[in-house]
């Protein structure tokens, strides 16, 4: 695609519900990552993918978050039992290759959780 | 501990003056620096980036300058333009490249 697309926008669920948010990169971009932005704060790194494989999680709060990349392109972002706390834009980013400084960003995921 | 630190939240200008927004940092192992420029309900969206190893690069009305000694660097926008009004995230990574670490944000708001 032309841009990174993240779905849904806007995602209303109650407290301890299971929710899923999805990424589809630019084409033909090998990594991925999932950033968290908190209201009044700036994105803050979750996960980053290189490949299907998850090269770094270590942004990822606790064991109620899970993020895949079952085939190298499409990623989705996965929370357990969510928690107030888990409100906050989600976004994904890709870049073209490994490393690279300059991530494209998707409009992100909004979750609001009451 | 925040390590990439924009102290002003918001910043207002008169179209056409410069726009001075700044950033400073802890962490000495960052040497690749970002600015991010967001758009309500839009994802923020690269503007200009400048390696350690410069102090000052340049894209037509946006450049970036910094200073390593004193963990700063700053973007100016001249001349300003309405269009201009958005939050500016700085960012800033280090050894692995993939892990931005964002400042808070600066909202800049350029009066017509």
């Known amino acids: ?114 | 501990d925040q390590q990439v630190k924009q102290n002003s939240p918001s910043l207002s200008v008169q179209e056409g003056r410069i726009s001075i927004l700044n950033c400073d940092y802890t962490n000495s192992m960052f040497d690749y620096f970002l600015w991010y420029k967001k758009y309500p309900a839009e994802g923020p969206t690269f503007l200009i980036s400048i390696s350690s190893i410069k102090d000052k690069n340049e894209d037509g009305r946006f450049t970036v300058f910094l200073n390593k000694s004193a963990k700063h660097l700053s973007l100016h926008i001249v001349p300003s333009q309405p269009g201009d009004s958005a939050v500016y995230f700085c960012a800033a990574s280090g050894g692995s490249n993939y892990k931005l670490t964002f400042g808070k944000g600066t909202l800049l708001t350029v009066n017509p």
């Not at chain 1, 669920?13 to 991925?32: F, W």
């Not at chain 1, 400084?101 to 959780?113: E, P």
């Open chain 1, 1 to 114: 695609g032309a841009g990174v697309s993240q779905t849904p926008s806007n995602k209303v669920t109650e407290k301890g519900k299971y929710v899923e948010l999805r990424c589809d990169p630019i084409s033909g971009h090998t990594a991925l990552y999932w950033y968290r932005q908190s209201l009044g704060q700036g994105p803050e790194f979750l996960i980053y993918f290189q490949g299907t494989g998850a090269a770094d999680d270590s942004g990822l709060p606790n064991d109620r978050f899970f993020a895949v990349r079952p085939e190298g392109s499409v990623s989705t972002l996965k929370i357990q039992r969510t928690e107030r706390g888990d409100s906050a834009v989600y976004l994904c980013a890709s870049s073209q290759m490994a490393g690279a400084n300059v991530l494209t960003f998707g409009a992100g995921s909004r979750l609001t959780v009451l």
